[in-house]
Nanobody
């Protein structure tokens, strides 16, 4: 059974850090790009950061550039999102997702121009004092 499971969310004060994990089971994540998306309260889901299958190509939303780092460990079948200098506006449910077909590039994934075929159930990040 194909599954993506996010973990690592929680409550953190402004300026703090969290590392999210996206673990895949039922398929080999090595061959696929992976994206992190978030849905803030009352807003639509949007792309945060995306990484190619090889890890050579990454994309970051302007709002997180310089603060977040996406990486992958193919031996562990896992993709990570290191989030530093967190702000209240980073609050939301964070999802990872994979496009299995017709890959169009990491930027296309993150700006909503790539159909995503598998989604995790999300992990909640709350940035508040």
């Amino acid at each position: 059974q194909v599954q993506l499971v996010e973990s690592g969310g929680g409550l953190v004060p402004p300026g703090g850090s969290l590392r999210l994990s996206c673990a895949a089971s039922g398929f080999n994540l090595d061959y696929y790009a992976v994206g992190w998306f978030r849905q803030a309260p009352g807003k639509e889901r949007s792309g945060v950061s995306c990484i190619s299958a090889s890890g050579d190509s990454t994309f970051y939303a302007d709002s997180v550039e310089g603060r977040f780092t996406i990486s992958r460990d193919n031996a562990e079948n896992t993709v990570y999102l290191q989030m530093n200098s967190l702000k209240p506006e980073d609050t939301g449910v964070y999802y990872c997702a994979v496009p299995r077909w017709n890959f169009r590039g990491v930027q296309a994934m993150c700006v909503g121009e790539q159909p995503m075929d598998y989604w995790g159930k999300g992990t909640l990040v709350t940035v508040s004092s």
